[in-house]
Each structure stands twice: as C-alpha cells, then as structure tokens.
C-alpha cells in the first residue's frame, strides 16, 4: 500500500465527511452509530480523527462512507 501524505492532512476527504455529516444533520457520534449499525468499525473518534486529517482512511471506510451518503467513490475522493 502507497500512503500519501503532505505532512499537513493523512486523508483527502476529511472536509468533504465533515460537510456531508452536516448536511445530513448528523452529530459525529450520531454518524458513526449508523455506521456500526450497518456492519462498519466507526466510533466517534474515528470520525473526528479522519475529519480532522489526523488519521488515514483504508479503502473499506471511503466504500462504507459512500454507500451512507449515497455518493460514489469518486466523489467523496475529489478535492
């Protein structure tokens, strides 16, 4: 596995969870709960830390946060 990694952010989709929580009316706990109801590993923390940049994201979290926000891939990967 290659990580990119500027120094700044470990993830690229950070802000763009951030704002689609929000969008959804979603606190972060409230976010990773639904996750875990639908067979995810997310706690609150973990939405923090990704949101933050402070943590890297593997392949299966950006699949699950996709299919929750009912977006592709693609999108929740663009800048």
Known sequence: MKIYWTGES??????????????????????????QLNGYEFSDLTILRIEQG??????????????????STDALLKE
């Open 10 to 35: 470990k993830n690229i989709i950070g802000d763009k969870v951030r704002a689609l929580r929000k969008q959804h009316g979603l606190t972060q706990r409230a976010l990773a709960e639904k996750l």
């Open 54 to 71: 402070a943590r890297f994201v593997p392949d299966y979290e950006i699949i699950a946060l996709s299919e929750f926000f009912g977006i």
